[in-house]
Antibody
Framework: QVQLVQSGAEMKKPGASVKVSCETSGYPFTTYGISWVRQAPGQGLEWMGW????????DYARKFQGRVTMTTDTYTSTAYMEVRSLRSDDTAIYYC???????????????WGQGTTVTVSS | EIVLTQSPGTLSLSSGDRATLSCRASQIVSDNYLAWYQRKPDQAPRLLIY???NRATGIPDRFSGSGSGTDFTLIISRLEPEDCAVYYCQQYGSSPPTFGQGTKLEIK
């Protein structure tokens, strides 16, 4: 059974950083990429970027370039996403999802993590 | 980037009815790479349809997708109370992948 299990909720102050983990199981980790998607309160879903399962390629949405870093650990089949210089409008639920596509040709997201709530407040 | 516009914003129907949800793209969606997701409160999104018309694993045949080019439709037949959710379309034919703003389905 394919599962993605994310780390717990975080509360951060503006200017801080947060790193969310996404532990996967039930499939060969390096075979699929991971997309990260967020949903701010009252907003829709927003694709943040993608990382290959073997950590050799990343692609970030333009608005997150320079502020977000995605990595993977192939030994533990875990993906990570770090967001730096947090602002109040980064308050959102952050999801990881297994992506059926490849670098530059992303796919549908067939399995999702349960989500990690990140609250940014002074 | 491709902008997806979903309509209606909210749909209020009764159990047993048929729901028709629309997703219109600002440009042609390459290879009809269009997916639909269901998001219930406090749950992660769930893939329903990929490639415009293919049901994901375990999705009942009450859910069907159609369309091509710039116009896509999700139909949910024989509505059940558990179908109450927000439905999102997503295109992945062009980078960056983008989502529609969602259609909220209420079951009266």
């Amino acid at each position: 059974q394919v599962q993605l299990v994310q780390s717990g909720a975080e509360m951060k102050k503006p200017g801080a950083s947060v790193k969310v983990s996404c532990e996967t199981s039930g499939y060969p980790f390096t075979t699929y990429g991971i997309s990260w998607v967020r949903q701010a309160p009252g907003q829709g879903l927003e694709w943040m970027g993608w990382i290959s399962g073997n950590n050799d390629k990343t692609d970030y949405a333009r608005k997150f370039q320079g502020r977000v870093t995605m990595t993977t650990d192939t030994y533990t089949s875990t993906a990570y996403m770090e967001v730096r210089s947090l602002r109040s409008d980064d308050t959102a639920i952050y999801y990881c999802a297994r992506d059926q596509g490849d670098y530059g040709n992303y796919g549908d997201m067939d399995v999702w993590g349960q989500g990690t709530t990140v609250t940014v407040s002074s | 980037e491709i902008v997806l516009t979903q309509s209606p914003g909210t749909l209020s129907l009764s159990s047993g009815d048929r729901a028709t949800l629309s997703c219109r793209a600002s440009q042609i969606v390459s290879d009809n790479y269009l997916a639909w997701y269901q998001r219930k409160p406090d749950q992660a999104p769930r893939l329903l349809i990929y490639g415009a018309s293919n049901r994901a694993t375990g999705i009942p045949d009450r859910f069907s997708g159609s369309g091509s080019g710039t116009d896509f439709t999700l139909i949910i037949s024989r509505l059940e109370p558990e179908d109450c959710a927000v439905y999102y379309c997503q295109q992945y034919g062009s980078s960056p992948p983008t989502f529609g703003q969602g259609t909220k389905l209420e079951i009266k």
